[in-house]
């Protein structure tokens, strides 16, 4: 006679801590170090998804940041990114929309998460290169949007500074997007000059579509740990 045993997962959410709620939508921070083996899953979870992915039992170094959504049975997850914890340089390691949920605002929700991660340690930040092609699309087009909004708002002449002092994305990035803008221009005389007015750029945000999943920032019910430096705006050149 043989025998069989069973066990049923009773987790009916993420573990870690929610540090966001907005209706049906929550954010839950994990500490791979406190939760090695569900992170260790998580991250072989995206290698199927993921070609690039090498990294899923080294997961003491990182946080993660699971979006999910909630019904009567529990919160679902969506996807996640990560973050090394004492790494200064990038603000996100990695990230994954879960494929039926790709075209539902996920990605862009977890990436403005992550940039107000950075804003409230005062720091910029950017992601770890290199990006897939995908990767860089939806970063490009996440960086359009925020630094056309910080146009919009500036009342003095914008720089570099100023740009990221608003958006918390990295110098290089922002010159990145700048050009692909075509917001740059050149002279020999001025160097590179910033060149808009803001009714072309409301004219350009006006074609955008609304993003499905909006964050919230006041929704956010986090901070740092311990005190950093002030924010790095230095502009480097």
Known sequence: ????????????????????????????????????????????????????????FDVEPFLFYIVTHWDEEGAHIRGYFSKEKNCWETNLACILTLPPFQRDGYGTFLIKLSYELSKREKRLGRPERPLSDLGLRVYLWYWKIAILKSLLVMEEPPSLVSIAKITGIHHEDILLTLTQLGLLQFSTEKGHELCFTKEHINEYLNQIPKPKLEFKEELLQWQPNKAHLDLDTTSPV
Do not use: N
Not at 2 to 11: A, N
Not at 17 to 44: N, P
């Open 1 to 56: 006679v043989s025998t069989q045993s069973t066990w049923e997962c009773e987790m009916v959410r993420p573990p870690g801590v929610e540090v966001y709620r907005d209706g049906d939508i929550s954010v839950f921070e994990v500490d791979g170090a406190k939760e090695k083996v569900w992170c260790q899953l998580l991250c072989l979870l995206a290698k199927l998804f993921l070609d690039h992915k090498t990294l899923y």
